[in-house]
DNA sequence: AAGATCGCGACGAAATCAGCAGCTTCCACG
DNA sequence: CGTGGAAGCTGCTGATTTCGTCGCGATCTT
């Protein structure tokens, strides 16, 4: 797939035990993602040398990504949609599967009345409908599905800290 | 609350058309955020200044920001939830009483057999129990709600581009 | 058609970044 | 205990990047 990849993808599970200071440095760059390595290094008491250093090893780990991110709806993806996904035998190849889709941003394994949800985005009504019809339920091991179309989104923050 | 806002709270539906080369733009910095303006410039043929002050205006209008992101999971948050919640009456309240909550990350208004959904991040069972059932199936309009515990990330990128 | 506005390229000054060497701390191991 | 090694931090230097500003040309405005 043409994505570079996304947060857990290098080190699954890895539950990397982060110190104090890699939080505080993650903290800054939830803030701005640009923040200069001084700043950062000001604010939570290091050299700037050691905070390009640890960035470095925090986004080589995968533990963060530093990115532009959107409203798809600004951007001209029309059509966004939450999937909830009932699986029936393994969930890990349905997960894999949905993952490789492009116009799946987010998939997560969920415990509920659904396995899995998928996050969709689409250029319009049409795309989606393809993509879950003929794409999604297709998928070997999927029971049945269900479909939440966005009408708006009203939250999106990424800076709710560590603890 | 303590958050800098997401995006679409400035101008809520703004709608904002964009040109090609902000459209690039930002599919530069959705694969690294932050990668330098004259790497940038060369790549979608614009000078340094034009792309630093396309950037900043996209920042400005709240079109796309810069952050960090991550893995709540690998940074301490060991509870994470999405939750569909069905409204009696004016849906909109509900969506305000939900995203000025600290703990929920993401909301959305939908359609399909749950009126809004929310992402919560919480630090453990027992923080996650104590907001659903005490202050978001409290809230004044919320007629039910279904949890949806996460149990893995499985995939979660930015890197959508622009149509 | 003159004037105002906007976006872009150009350029210099200042700030930032990247790589490296040296130092200290902390363990593991003999 | 003492030693080797790894990991992490700091300070340094040169290269790169960022930032403010200016002038130009195209597009709108009146």
Same mark, same amino acid.
């Given at each position: 797939m043409g994505h570079?990849?996304?947060?857990?993808?290098?080190?699954?599970?890895?539950s990397?035990?982060?110190d104090a200071a890699s939080k505080a440095i993650i903290e800054q760059l939830?803030?701005?993602?640009?923040?200069?390595?001084?700043?950062?290094?000001?604010?939570?008491?290091?050299?700037?040398?050691a905070v390009r250093q640890r960035v470095q090893?925090?986004?080589d780990q995968g533990v963060m990504q530093i990115v532009a991110v959107t409203d798809?709806?600004?951007?001209?993806?029309?059509r966004q949609a939450m999937v909830g996904i009932r699986v029936e035998g393994d969930i890990e190849p349905?997960? /894999?599967? &949905? #993952?490789? !889709?492009?116009?799946?941003?987010?998939?997560?394994?969920?415990?509920?009345?659904? /396995?899995? &949800? #998928?996050? !969709?985005v689409c250029e319009d009504d049409e795309h989606l409908l393809e993509l879950i019809n003929k794409r999604?339920?297709? !998928?070997?091991?999927?029971?049945?599905?269900?479909?939440?179309v966005y009408l708006k989104l009203r939250k999106q923050?990424?800076?709710?800290?560590?603890?």
């Open positions: 570079s990849g996304g947060v857990a993808n290098r080190d699954r599970n890895a990397v035990p982060l939830q803030e701005d993602g640009r923040r200069p390595y001084a700043a950062i290094g000001k604010a939570v008491g290091l050299s700037e040398a090893k925090l986004l798809p709806l600004t951007v001209g993806f029309t349905v997960a /894999d599967a &949905l #993952a490789a !889709l492009d116009e799946v941003d987010y998939v997560v394994c969920t415990a509920g009345s659904f /396995d899995l &949800l #998928a996050e !969709l999604i339920r297709a !998928l070997p091991g999927v029971r049945s599905t269900e479909s939440f923050t990424y800076t709710w800290g560590t603890r």
